[in-house]
């Protein structure tokens, strides 16, 4: 990663980094066995800081340019020992490159659901995902923060801290929003500045920063999209009397083409029932039989028998089946004019002017022999 073009076996003379890596946050320069030369040249390219650490302590931070290590253009470097004695005491000093460009597309996503109340569903689960971007902001502080003392730093190696970060700022932007969830795809842009915004003070004092933040997708359980997707195929079937006869008219169109198969299938099964008739009127070896098959019909229930009232003299008697009254017309106790009365009869009547009673006084019995 680095090029060393050497003067003589012991000293250094050019310093700088290129990356390939495209996810190299810090590089080490190697200088283990060699110390740096008075007056050795530094090229630090765009999107790079290199962090000079002397004895454990941050000295200088160069931004891009190129630069001769020389005690008149190193201010910091000057209050600090054998720095002016163009290193002709054994002491050695460390040069972190630090890449300040953005590393983008980097993924975020909410791990469990986050529990929200809705102004419309009650509570409902909320997962959420999106991409951000991140750049060193503060070489030194991110040096000393998150680097320390290892030699190459990736990407990888922060990117679960800033994901913690982000989900944890976005769960309580979201419940604070009060946004409806049927309104959120339309405030993602305002719901990813609001996050941001309270994410900056965080990753601040790690010495970065996050240029863009986006929310890309807020779902929920697929129980409640599948109810939420029901809900809209109502919606948009509006009256269901008619989406229903718009229904069944489709049917028939479909069918049209298999009308003639249908038809011929209706008339083999009129046929089938023809034969079967026809077979049932056959005899027992298959001859035709002319004799009348008597069908099975069941009795008629038997005739429920009336009870009559009769009025004599202001007082009522009975009931009395037709036979009782038979008897009594027969030994004069009952006369035609007498008043009978049975249920579901208008009022009382004359025994005379009931069809089903005059009977019993047209029949009079013969005289008895010998009179």
């Known amino acids: 990663m680095g090029i060393f073009d050497f003067l003589s076996g012991e000293f250094i003379d050019v310093i700088h980094w290129t990356d390939d890596s ?3 946050m810090v590089w080490r320069f190697e200088r283990e066995g060699h110390a740096i030369k008075y007056g050795a040249k530094l090229t630090v390219r765009e999107g790079q800081a290199a962090v000079f650490v002397h004895e454990g302590q941050i000295a200088d931070v160069f931004t891009p340019g190129l630069y001769m290590l020389e005690t008149n253009n190193m201010p910091i470097m000057t209050t600090l020992q054998h720095w002016d004695h163009g290193f002709r005491s054994p002491f050695k000093s460390e040069i ?3 890449n300040t460009t ?5 993924k975020w996503g909410t791990k ?3 529990i929200v109340r809705d102004p419309e569903f009650g509570p409902v689960r909320l997962r959420a995902f999106g991409t951000y971007s991140v750049r060193v902001s503060e070489p030194a502080r991110f040096l000393s923060e998150i680097v320390g003392t290892d030699g190459e730093f990736t990407m990888d190696e922060i990117s679960y801290q800033i994901r913690n970060v982000i989900v944890q700022e976005f769960s309580r932007t979201i419940a604070r929003s009060q946004i409806p969830v049927l309104d959120m795809a339309a405030n993602t842009r305002e719901l990813s500045a609001l996050v941001g915004k309270e994410i900056a003070a965080q990753i601040a004092e790690y010495g970065l920063a996050m240029p863009e933040l986006y929310i890309e997708n807020v779902s929920l359980p697929p129980a409640v999209e599948q109810v939420l997707d029901k809900r809209s195929s109502m919606g948009v079937i509006g009256n269901l009397n008619e989406y229903m006869q718009y229904q069944a008219a489709e049917a028939l169109g479909r069918e049209g083409a298999a009308g ?10 009129l046929g089938m029932q023809i034969g079967h008739q026809a077979a049932s009127q056959a005899g027992p070896w298959g001859a035709r039989s002319d004799a009348p098959v008597a069908a099975h019909v069941p009795p008629p229930p038997p005739p429920v028998e009336k009870v009559w009232h009769v009025a004599v003299d202001g007082k009522t008697s009975g009931p009395f089946s037709k036979a009782a009254l038979g008897r009594q017309a027969s030994d004069g106790s009952l006369t035609r004019q007498s008043y009978v009365w049975t249920p579901g009869q208008d009022g009382w009547q004359r025994a005379e002017d009931v069809a089903e009673l005059a009977q019993l006084f047209t029949v009079l019995p013969p005289p008895p022999p010998g009179s």
Not at 102 to 106: A, I, K, P, S, V
Not at 260 to 269: R, S, V
Request: aromatic share 12%; net charge neutral; glycine share 12%.
């Open 22 to 24: 495209r996810d190299t």
């Open 96 to 98: 972190y490159f630090v």
């Open 102 to 106: 953005r590393f983008n597309d980097l």
């Open 112 to 114: 469990n659901p986050i």
């Open 260 to 269: 003639a198969a249908m038809q011929t299938g209706l008339g083999a099964g």
